[in-house]
């Protein structure tokens, strides 16, 4: 059993920040679960284009607004505390928040903690090393 409090990732390598969001990892793909979960603070007034090629992600908002567009077919979501959305087609889309928004994320296949969106807003697919036995 783990149990992690938000105040247990303040300021480690779990704790990572971009201009436009702040992400705390509170399961990665190393404790092998299939699945990462981490809460995500999207800032008020960013946008930030994404597009997880390698990932499905759900999303739930517990606070905050914003608009969420897909990229591909022009539609535009509101967000706002009690929604959720899933990215289950791989679809391009932007986060634009009018407020900061706390987003509840789950990634599968679960994200290591070391990728970095390249320019089309794209996580690398990194997998974690097979313990040695």
């Known amino acids: 059993m783990i149990v992690t409090r938000l105040a247990d990732l303040e300021g480690t390598?779990?704790?990572v920040?971009?201009?436009?969001?702040?992400?705390?990892?509170?399961?990665l793909a190393s404790e092998g679960v299939g699945f990462s979960f981490h809460e995500t603070v999207m800032?008020?007034?960013?946008?930030?284009?994404?597009w997880y090629a390698n990932h499905v992600e759900a999303v739930y908002c517990v606070g905050g607004t914003g608009e969420l567009e897909n990229r591909e077919t022009g539609e535009v979501h509101e967000i706002s505390d009690g929604t959720m959305y899933l990215l289950d087609g791989n679809e391009k889309h932007t986060m634009r928040p009018t407020t900061d928004l706390r987003l509840i994320c789950t990634f599968n296949p679960p994200v290591t903690g070391?990728?970095?969106?390249?320019?089309?807003?794209?996580?690398?697919l990194v997998v974690e090393e097979e313990a040695a036995v």
């Open 13 to 15: 390598d779990r704790d």
């Open 17 to 27: 920040r971009s201009e436009t969001w702040r992400s705390r990892r509170f399961v």
């Open 43 to 50: 800032y008020a007034g960013t946008e930030t284009e994404m």
């Open 114 to 124: 070391r990728e970095v969106h390249d320019a089309d807003g794209v996580y690398p």
